[in-house]
């Protein structure tokens, strides 16, 4: 069992970036994909991004491709998600998820942490 723990969220200005990070208690996290989801208010959960358990294979939602990168460190058991050339409806609170597979959510999150991309 995984529990997850989000950090890093803050106000950005439109065009800055911010990288959040997750780490997992669990002593299988390198065995688990892991992903990114994030929920605006008033909306339902969007996948953002998604890491393979070794690193090698990344997805990303339309709207965060090219400006997104997801990325994994094993041995802190550590995932990341820099986020670069942010507008204002990137504003959400960031979930980490694992145990999923690609952009399907596995049952493992995180409390979230929050973006804000405003002037």
């Known amino acids: 069992q995984e529990q997850l723990a989000e950090s890093g969220g803050g106000l950005v200005h439109p065009g800055g970036s911010l990288t959040i990070s997750c780490v997992a208690s669990g002593r299988t996290f390198s065995r688990y994909d892991m992903g990114w989801f994030r929920q605006a208010p008033g909306k339902d959960r969007e996948f953002v991004a998604a890491?393979?358990?070794?690193?090698?294979?990344?997805y990303y939602g339309r709207s965060v491709e090219g400006r997104f990168t997801i990325s994994r460190d094993n041995a802190k058991r550590t995932v990341y998600l820099q986020m670069d050339r942010l507008k204002p409806e990137d504003t959400a609170v960031y979930y980490c998820?694992?145990?999923?597979?690609?952009?399907?959510?596995?049952?493992?999150w995180g409390q979230g942490t929050q973006v804000t991309v405003s002037s």
């Open positions: 890491i393979n358990w070794g690193g090698s294979t990344t």
């Open positions: 998820n694992a145990g999923g597979s690609r952009w399907i959510a596995g049952a493992y």
